[in-house]
């Protein structure tokens, strides 16, 4: 399916699809200037890349552990950021979670939940302790997991650069500038 102007153009690519196109009756045809454009859209999308950064692992995670401090920087960035967690729940790498007990009367079940580093109860202690209570410190958590202690760990960038983070940001924050304004820093 690809979106041209207003319209949709539709290509079955399996038997199930075109017996399932077959059965549409306000399908038109496709003239050959359809059928060119969606091939050659899909042709474009399989050599599309992603975005990456161009950054040594090395030095990126040196820099974040320089600029690490450096609230104003971090408060910069941020400071658009919903703590709302699309971004990790879209992301392919996270992998936070939480334990939650839910109990009823006498019966209870424990659950691995998804959970998120820019969540505001992320790092909250049962004494009531929370170390990252602003906003800045939980993105400066997840851009620093991502570019420098997963680096110093595992000897890799743990971000592959899909680009779910920002699409799906709801304020359009792009991990990539920040890692950019970071090197710049």
């Not at 090395?58 to 971090?74: N, Q």
């Not at 658009?80 to 939480?98: E, K, R």
């Not at 209870?108 to 959970?115: F, P």
């Not at 760990?153 to 359009?172: A, D, F, L, M």
């Amino acid at each position: 399916m690809i979106k041209k102007g207003d319209e949709l153009l539709l290509k079955a690519i399996t038997p199930k699809g075109e017996k399932l196109l077959a059965g549409l009756s306000s399908l038109a045809d496709a003239s050959a200037d359809e059928q060119k454009y969606f091939d050659d859209t899909i042709a474009a999308g399989r050599s599309f890349k992603t975005r990456t950064t161009c950054v040594d692992a090395k030095v990126i995670a040196k820099k974040l552990e320089d600029i690490f401090l450096k609230t104003e920087f971090w408060e910069k960035v941020s400071d658009a950021c919903l703590s709302c967690g699309v971004c990790t729940f879209v992301c392919p790498t996270c992998y936070c979670f939480d334990i939650c007990d839910e109990t009823l009367f006498s019966h209870g079940v424990r659950r691995r939940v998804w959970d998120a580093c820019t969540f505001t109860d992320f790092t909250l202690e049962a004494s009531g302790h929370n170390p990252r209570t602003k906003v800045y410190q939980r993105l400066r958590q997840k851009i620093c997991h991502k570019y420098s202690f997963h680096i110093r760990k595992y000897g890799v960038i743990s971000c592959v650069g899909c680009g779910r983070c920002t699409r799906n940001c709801p304020v359009n924050i792009d991990i990539f500038s920040i890692v950019d304004q970071a090197l710049k820093e």
